[in-house]
């Protein structure tokens, strides 16, 4: 009898204990589901300004979006910004946690809201420098800026970079007020601007470098090329958390490993090499040249 007391009492000893170690090892296991449902569940926006139709936005977007997905363990969702005000009230107010920025846009926006966490700039063709060329047909007479009176001008976006300000401020240097022109007209996209030159309907356009290029055989020449400025860029929030902000910073880094996403991504910027490391002064020319524009202007 007393054996077969003491047997069953061990078992049930037994029993108990093995019943409370399965107990810590389900909790243990649904605090670290809970966890890593929290971390991992957490999704990231990605604020882009509308350059182009939407489907074309997010149709560019989506192979880095899942790159980032990918190696961060996070949702990414990318939200489009009505328009040129929404977009720099949104990433300026913190309303997104990173944003796609041209360089004009970035400039504004830190002198407006004050400076953003920066994140990587592009690479083209291994250069994180941005061109544009003011061009006009092979056949023109036009040979300079100062020829610039009485002609029909195309540009592209009012807020872009290379297809207008810049060119405008290279313009005025040269002496030419928009009031000497003929007539000019804001095209919203760069390929349209060199087609208008092409055909006749305007005599001098603007656009970056990559576009001039393409149709420079079809029978345009340069007038003047401009100064370089560094490339557009990627910015977080003030907010987000220093080990996220640095997360998706390493991640844009480590793209150029990647050459099967690069290639996903040739129709957001040809030629595009990877993104690299960036400065808020790396932006210091442009903003120079943007305050003699703003001196300037009626």
């Not at 092979?138 to 800026?145: A, D, E, G, I, Y």
């Not at 150029?256 to 957001?268: D, G, H, I, K, T």
Request: proline share 4%; glycine share 6%; charged share 25%.
């Amino acid at each position: 009898m007393q054996g077969d007391f003491t047997y069953r009492s061990m078992n049930r000893f037994t029993s108990h204990r093995q019943a409370i170690t399965t107990l810590v090892i389900f909790l243990f296991i649904c605090h670290f589901m809970a966890f890593y449902a929290r971390s991992a569940g957490e999704s990231l926006t990605v604020q882009i300004y509308p350059y182009a139709p939407a489907e074309k936005i997010l149709k560019q977007f989506t192979p880095l979006t899942d790159y980032l997905q990918q190696k961060l363990n996070r949702e990414i969702i990318i939200r489009i910004s009505k328009d040129h005000n929404d977009h720099m009230e949104t990433v300026g107010k913190d309303r997104t946690d990173i944003a796609y920025l041209g360089p004009v846009s970035y400039v504004q926006i830190v002198e407006k809201y004050g400076k953003k966490p920066v994140l990587a700039r592009l690479e083209i063709r291994g250069s994180p420098m941005l061109q544009g060329v003011i061009f006009t047909s092979s056949t023109s007479r036009v040979r300079s800026l100062k020829d610039l009176t009485g002609k029909r001008f195309a540009f592209g976006y009012p807020n872009s970079t290379m297809s207008h300000l810049v060119p405008l401020s290279m313009m005025h240097e040269a002496g030419v007020q928009l009031t000497d022109l003929a007539h000019y007209k804001f095209l919203n996209d760069q390929y349209n601007v060199a087609l208008g030159v092409l055909m006749g309907d305007f005599d001098v356009g603007a656009v970056n470098s990559s576009v001039f290029l393409k149709y420079k055989k079809r029978g345009l020449k340069v007038l003047a090329w401009t100064p370089e400025i560094s490339e557009h860029l990627f910015v977080s929030r003030k907010t987000l958390p220093d080990e996220i902000t640095a997360s998706v910073r390493t991640a844009l880094f480590e793209l150029r490993q990647n050459r099967n996403v690069l290639a996903e991504m040739a129709s957001l910027r040809k030629g595009l090499t990877g993104f690299v490391p960036v400065e808020d002064r790396d932006y210091d020319n442009l903003r120079s040249l943007l305050q003699k524009l703003d001196k300037i202007k009626p």
